[in-house]
């Protein structure tokens, strides 16, 4: 028996049906090893020994693994062909060597690009060796990460509370998010005009035309500065004579974009189909492993994390061949297009993505999709045939019109159109909104010397704008553009900043919080080189150079620790004031902005104080220099968020009553309000999940909230209705009033019967047992020793050391507690003493004898009515 160790169980379902009864496949989940959340785990002082933690599923998955390979023919690891999947298969064969099960059983290594019969096949019959270096790299690049994040984080938690954490890669994307701000609030918006005169043929044709030019001179953009001068430009054009002068005719080319990589997948699923790129990745996923088509499983297309746009010859091939037979042979060129990215330090060892089959077109396999699924599937089809179509040609028209002026002064107009001549790709594919062609329109057919008649003059004010803030999209093309980060890590750097709080995403653009703000702040006064583009750009090219076999990764890891460590060392004993007034100069701008009466930094309270930074204990904030005696404090930004919901923030009409939903704020937060009260009757309402920004919210999003509870099926044996929603403790299924918890909000629109019948099952097999149930081993405590766990509870989620539990705060997913959180939290938590207990109130004397007598009569006596317990006691006694 041949054993096939894979990553991911769908995958494994797929490739079984391809290699017979002679192979096993199995999933490793993922990662099998990890470093483990505390001090430790990587160690400079020790030539960088690395110590690796198994958890408890993956012991699972490794024990299944370990006895499958005893007695095997052969061990073939087939992880994803890059360098995450290479470490998978090198974690996997450590844990076996080390538990010497392999003995003379041969060890293969083998890749393919497409989950399909014919790549699986080829990859079976051209194994290779572990590729060492691109281990050594993805060692590299985790023990940076670890560094970085175990170094910098406990600082920035002594010298600046409140903040959460700061990574290699995802501090400078915070920081590319911080400057774009910066530069909003910084900009002053210039005032200028624009002259457009509307003309029309002796046909009676009509075109817009814009002044250029005046008394002889040309004019720029700001050379009309006022509604003074642009008025009296106004006043000269109207009455004036129009004769066509120079016609320019151009043809252009416009050539296709070329086929998908990781980044432009997730740009063009963004601007096209509104997908975050979590949502774009964990879809393209999906395709990649395999989809059911009707009894046969096979992925749709080729691997999804590429930075490479070259596709196979033997595919061009079928590109352009199916382009021929769908539109005609004019629309494929005389040759193959040929592909080179532009993105720094890019990795072209892989194709871009593509279909696996060029036949399948989506219309085929529609009715074997999700409509997301599907959505993105046409997208990459169509992305892909164009690559290789024919140019577009367009014909652009530019018509130099002179005017003689009312005021005898010569001016000129311009009219400028375009038409496509030849449709060429756009036939097939036109990438993004924003490239859109044809939008100046077509011009009517003119003739140098021709008059035209004035119809209109209109003279329009304009203001210039900011830059526009980042979206999801766009500062995933930045980071690209600089070489920061790679394909893999663009949507998990983006989810950490959401969920550290750092950033917002509002109408699809990324609004840095204060809390982003300063701790991008403190990085750039006291890490700036570790928040630097370059340099950070510079490391990824050296982390390519140890997968290419040219560098020697502790080397890199000896060269970085040496500077890094010193720069952490130069500020341990820098005093939180030096910290504040090195932040007050940065965030200025920010927190402090010149609203024009004087100084903004003056206490509004006693008005002789100045006002700085202050941290306490829930982060920094506001405050006068003369406290005590002024107490004066706000928060950082002139911003209070829930006010914008105070009187309701309309999102649109729901499309079934006509009513408004609307967003509200209530006594316990933000919620969704469908319609109004009318008389005694409440109108239906819905609880934002946690966690969720209610400034991301939209009207698709609102409705389906409103729609909970889902009903997901009927059970088999009950035969009564499992329905899924959100209630007290987060999102539930439930069944004949059994519950089952949920492990994310979003498995609430997600999850089938099948999974809701288990979820029950699981619940009720428990019985009555009240033990708080074990969600996340973290380890030892660093300094006091026992472990530390994350545990959930009748009354939610808490982390537990030894006597002391203390609650995870509802921002917070159980799931990505690290040691370091967990040891934050029961230190504030023992600091607090043990929970409380209200003690029952004293009756007076008068009535206490009067309680004596009356239970002498035989009356029964009422038992003391204890109050309830606070959370923590309350887990404390579950567990």
């Not at 797929?14 to 989940?29: C, F, Q």
């Not at 538990?99 to 989950?115: H, S, W």
């Not at 560094?147 to 590319?176: D, E, I």
């Not at 204990?617 to 928060?635: H, I, L």
Request: hydrophobic fraction near 35%; include cysteine; aromatic fraction near 8%.
């Amino acid at each position: 028996m041949n054993i096939v160790i894979v990553e991911s169980p769908a995958k494994a379902k797929t490739i079984n049906k391809y290699l017979g009864s002679d192979y096993r496949v199995l999933a490793s989940y993922g990662h099998v090893r990890d470093l483990p959340s505390k001090n430790g785990s990587v160690l400079p002082d020790n030539d960088f020994e690395m110590h690796w933690d198994v958890d408890p599923k993956s012991a699972k998955r490794l024990n299944e693994i370990a006895q499958a390979v005893k007695g095997a023919d052969k061990l073939i690891l087939a992880t994803d062909p890059d360098r995450e999947g290479e470490a998978i298969s090198w974690h996997v064969l450590q844990v076996l060597e080390r538990k010497k099960l392999l003995g003379k059983i041969p060890v293969e290594r083998v890749v393919f690009n497409a989950v399909t019969k014919d790549a699986i096949r080829d990859a079976m019959q051209n194994p290779r060796a572990i590729d060492e270096p691109l281990v050594n790299a993805y060692l590299a690049r985790r023990a940076l990460d670890y560094l970085v994040g175990f170094t910098l984080s406990p600082v920035l938690w002594r010298k600046l509370p409140g903040a959460r954490s700061a990574g290699r890669v995802q501090s400078v994307a915070l920081r590319l998010v911080c400057e774009r701000e910066l530069e909003i609030e910084k900009f002053v918006a210039q005032e200028y005009w624009s002259i457009t005169a509307s003309l029309a043929t002796a046909k009676n044709e009509t075109l817009a035309a814009r002044l250029v030019s005046a008394d002889g001179q040309k004019l720029g953009k700001f050379d009309v500065p006022d509604e003074e001068t642009a008025s009296a430009l106004k006043a000269a054009l109207e009455g004036g004579r129009y004769t066509v002068g120079n016609i320019e005719s151009k043809s252009q080319k416009r050539n296709p974009a070329a086929p998908f990589t990781t980044s432009t997948l997730q740009q063009e699923a963004s601007r096209k189909l509104g997908f975050s790129p979590r949502q774009t990745m964990q879809v393209a996923q999906r395709l990649y492993e395999g989809v059911d088509l009707g009894g046969m499983t096979e992925g749709l297309i080729t691997y999804m994390r590429t930075d490479g746009v070259q596709i196979v010859p033997e595919a061009v091939s079928q590109v352009r061949a199916l382009v021929s037979g769908l539109y005609g042979s004019r629309y494929v060129p005389s040759s193959p297009r040929q592909y080179s990215t532009k993105a720094k330090n890019a990795q072209e060892a892989h194709e871009a993505i593509r279909p696996t089959d060029f036949s399948k077109a989506p219309d085929e396999v529609s009715r074997y999709l999700q409509p997301d699924a599907l959505k993105l599937y046409k997208l990459i089809w169509q992305r892909t045939l164009a690559s290789q179509a024919a140019s577009a040609e367009i014909e652009r028209t530019t018509v130099d019109i002179d005017v003689a002026g009312s005021d005898g002064k010569p001016y000129g107009v311009r009219a400028t159109g375009s038409v496509i001549r030849f449709d060429g790709f756009l036939k097939i594919y036109e990438e993004g909104v924003d490239d859109a062609v044809g939008e100046d329109g077509s011009l009517p057919a003119l003739s140098q010397g021709e008059s035209l008649d004035p119809r209109a003059v209109e003279a329009k004010q304009h203001f210039t704008e900011p830059p526009p803030r980042y979206s999801e999209a766009t500062l995933i093309k930045k980071m690209e553009e600089l070489g920061i980060g790679r394909p893999s890590t663009y949507a998990a750097t983006l989810n950490v900043l959401r969920e550290r709080e750092y950033v917002r995403i509002d109408k699809k653009r990324l609004f840095p919080e204060d809390k982003g703000r300063l701790v991008t702040a403190f990085l750039e006064s006291f890490f700036q080189r570790y928040v630097e583009y370059d340099f950070t750009a510079d490391l990824e090219e050296k982390l390519d150079l140890i997968s290419a076999g040219t560098l020697e990764w502790k080397d890199v890891l000896r060269e970085f620790w040496r500077d890094f460590i010193g720069a952490v060392n130069d500020i341990g004993d820098l005093r939180i004031a030096q910290v504040l007034d090195a932040l007050n100069d940065l965030l200025g701008p920010h927190i402090f902005p010149d609203t024009g009466d004087g100084n903004p930094r003056a206490c509004p309270s006693c008005k002789d104080g100045q006002l700085s930074l202050k941290v306490g204990k829930f982060g920094a904030f506001v405050g006068c220099s003369n406290y005590p005696d002024c107490r004066y404090t706000r928060q950082l930004a002139r911003r209070a968020r829930k006010a914008a919901f105070a009187d309701g923030k309309v999102l649109g009409l729901d499309p079934e009553t006509g009513f408004e939903v609307s967003i509200r704020t209530g006594r316990f937060g933000p919620y969704i309000q469908l319609g109004e009260a009318e008389g005694s009757e409440k109108p239906k309402r819905a609880s934002i999940p946690k966690g969720t920004d209610p400034d991301a919210i939209d009207l698709e999003r609102a409705l389906s909230l409103l729609s909970l509870p889902r009903e997901v099926g009927i059970h088999p044996e009950s035969g009564k209705p499992i329905t899924a929603g959100y209630g007290r403790f987060g999102p539930y299924v439930q069944c004949d009033g059994k519950y089952a918890s949920l492990s994310t909000p979003e498995e609430v629109f997600e999850v089938g019967a099948n999974r809701a019948i288990t979820l029950l099952a699981e619940k009720a097999a428990k019985g009555a047992q009240r033990g708080a149930s074990v969600i996340k081993e973290l380890g030892e405590h660093p300094e006091a020793g026992g472990k530390v766990q994350v545990l959930n509870g009748r009354y939610g989620p808490y982390v537990k050391h030894e006597k002391v539990n203390a609650t995870i705060p509802g921002d917070r997913a159980p799931e990505d507690i690290t040691l370091d959180d967990a040891v934050a939290l029961i230190a504030a938590r023992a600091a607090k003493g043990p929970a409380k207990k209200k003690a029952a109130k004293k009756a007076p004397a008068k009535k206490k004898a009067a309680k004596k007598t009356a239970a002498k009569k035989g009356t029964a006596k009422k038992p003391t009515r204890k109050s309830a317990p606070s959370k923590e006691a309350a887990d404390e006694a579950a567990s």
